[in-house]
Every structure is written in structure tokens, then in C-alpha cells.
């Protein structure tokens, strides 16, 4: 499996893991009813931001997108988002985009790493950032309504480099 | 003085303050360089959202905006964002406008408000939050490049309802 830079011929096979994700509402603040346009707005980076997918001969397993979180006296920190394809779970994945996130943020010169919303009952990703490098920063109790557990906190997570 | 909600003829004042408070770039991560239409994009919200000033007769103090936090399974929290003029701060225009923020998100039946962003060293921000019932939820350390200060903490504010 690699990672490479998305290509517009992707999104057939991108397209159906966001809204699989998405409509899970499980671990993603998205609006489920989010159209196909909506999605490729939200996920297709343009620079300086990036769009990844992780590849298995042609198959698309997963996707990252990364850039800055906050415009202006904020744009030195980093953010990213990671979508693995339900039947591509626990075998790493999550992990090598994870890395090749770092990896390009710390080669763009930025300071750090932040995750703004990670759900707390996710564990299979609060485990792999934790393993990262990643610290919880603290955690918003019960702002993600979550379809079988109720409200949930979302964590905000940092990794400074 | 009063909160009322925007009218689009309150931008000739309204702009001028958020141009004001964004260039200072010591509160706000917002692109310094905005232009008036982004501005106007970003700032005056849409139903479910809402925008309001503060006004003093005619004359516009301050200006807040306020709103769901995050889309989907995160939409039962909102966020609001404050602005006042250099000129009129000091005077309560930030308490007001933050009770009146609250006001509404009660009456919206939201179940908290969160800040995302609080640059630590606006002590008046903080100590208005502080005072109207937030807590600091954690600090993202060195998230906000200030003009003097170099690089301070984000904090993370939260008040459950």
C-alpha cells in the first residue's frame, strides 16, 4: 500500500468512503445529507493545502486532506482528516496516513499539528494519534451526538513539532 | 446602548471594525489581508445563524455573530464570535454582547456554546468569558502568532447550558 497525491480520477472511489463515513455519523461533524459537490468542495485541497489517497495497486483504501487550520496569525499549525473504507479497517491504514500527514507538514516548515474534533469513541483513531505523538489538549464533553453511545466529547488533540 | 440585529445598511459601520480588529492580528486568526466581500461572507450569517451590533443611537459599537459550531452530530453546540470597536471597549459592549449571544443560544435550544480559538493573552475576552460561566476546556500552546507576544496559547472555552 502507498500514499500518493489525489488525482481527479480518484473521486469514484473516494467519494463512496466519505459518504459511507459521513452517513455513519459516528465519527465525522459532517452534515450527513452532504451532496457528492458538497464533499469534493470540502475534501479536494487546493494549495497550500493536500489531498491524498492511500492506494493498493488501484484500489483506494483511504484518504487524507491536510493544510493549515487557521487562517492568518494561525496558519503556522496544521490540521488533517482521515477516512478509511470500512472494509479496510484495522490494517493500518489509518496509521500510514497519519504518518505521511506529519511527514508533509513537518516538510512544509510547519509548528505543529492540531485535530480539532476527534470523536472520544473512536478509539481505533484516538489510539493510532496517541501513538503518534499526539496529546489530548482537553476535551468538549457531550458536543458529538453520537447514534448509539448519546453525547460524546470531542477531543482536541496536538502534536507540536 | 442596545443589541439588535444586523441590517445590511450597518455594514459601513460594521466593516470598518472587523477591518480594524482583523489587521491588528492580536485576537483574531482570521487572514489579515480579507477583503470586504469576505468579510461580509464570513461575518453576516444565515438562518440557522444570526449577526447582531450593539448600537448606541445610531452609532454601531460592536458586532457579534453566532451559530451552530460544527454541521451534523456536532450542530446541537454552538459558537459565537465577538467584535468592538477600539474606540468603545472598556464599556461593556463585550459583556453585552456576549449575554445576548447566550440569550439566544438558550432560547435556540442549543446545549452549550464553545470557542474554538481565545487567544490567551486578550485578557479582556477571557475575563468576560470567565465571568458569564465559560471554563477553559485546554490550550493549544502556541497556536497564535501575536505581533508583540510571538507565539501564544489558543484556549479551547466551553459553557454547558
Redesign the interface.
Known sequence: MRIRAFAPQDWAQVWPIISEV?RA??T?????AMSADEAYATWVEVPSGRTVVAVDGTRVHGTAKMGP?????????STASFMVAADARGRGVGTALCRDALDWARRQGY??M?F??VVETNRAAVEVYLREGFT????????????TRG?VG?H?M?H?F
Not at 465525522?28 to 450527513?32: G, H, L, M, S, T
Not at 487550520?69 to 499549525?77: E, K, Q
Open positions: 459521513v455519523q459516528d465525522f461533524a459532517y452534515d450527513p487550520n487557521r487562517p492568518g496569525p494561525g496558519s503556522h499549525v509548528a505543529g492540531q480539532n474534533a489530548v489538549i482537553g476535551t468538549v464533553p457531550g458536543a458529538f451526538r453520537h447514534p453525547r470531542l482536541v496536538y507540536e
